[in-house]
């Protein structure tokens, strides 16, 4: 298979899209079923967990500021009682803007979507530039990928065969053998 042989130097089709563009690919995938449920699994708890990591984070550092007394011999006897409340608060600040650059659950949750985009591009080749659609301005890749939580849960939650179609009952909605193959890699087709 040509995906094989590739060199590991070569650029992959995504290299150049921003995060949105690779979040809606893998939305668009979804939705038209060329990514299936048990290969978006595993992404989407590594979503949620970078989640919350990224908004607990914080509330931890505070608290274990605050509430356990670390920094209480060093402000209690210095500062007033609303510097004592603010001092803990930029600590956890600080300690967050740190968080944000080295998060582990953010690289592995790129590490996945990664996959999951070599996973379609094994599967469909270069025709995934057509997953790929204008983003609204206003969307950011939380909003993306609460939209794949949302079609997750329509296919998986109360509601499936009732509302929303299972995916074992659902036709895919456009097959991948229909996708246009007007892309080549060794040039471009009019």
């Not at 708890?45 to 505070?62: E, H, M």
């Not at 949302?150 to 991948?176: M, V």
């Amino acid at each position: 298979m040509a995906q094989d042989q590739r060199s590991p130097f070569e650029l992959r089709i995504w290299h150049f899209y921003t995060e949105e563009e690779k979040s809606i690919t893998l939305l668009n995938a979804y939705k038209q079923r060329v990514l299936f449920s048990e290969d978006i699994k595993s992404f989407l708890l590594k979503d949620r967990l970078n989640t919350w990591s990224y908004w607990g984070f914080p509330v931890a550092c505070y608290a274990l500021f605050h509430y356990t007394g670390a920094l209480q011999p060093y402000i209690a006897t210095k500062y007033s009682v609303g510097a004592q409340r603010l001092i803990p608060a930029a600590i956890s600040g600080l300690l967050w803007l740190g968080w944000v650059n080295v998060n582990p659950f953010y690289t592995t949750l790129q590490s996945e979507k990664l996959k999951l985009l070599n996973l379609i591009e094994k599967r469909v080749g270069l025709n995934m530039k057509a997953l790929n659609e204008q983003v609204p301005r206003t969307w950011t890749t939380q909003e993306i990928h609460r939209q794949i939580r949302e079609a997750y849960n329509n296919r998986h939650g109360f509601f499936t065969n009732i509302l929303y179609p299972s995916e074992e009952r659902a036709s895919p909605l456009q097959d991948i053998s229909s996708y246009p193959f007007k892309y080549r890699r060794d040039k471009i087709v009019k």
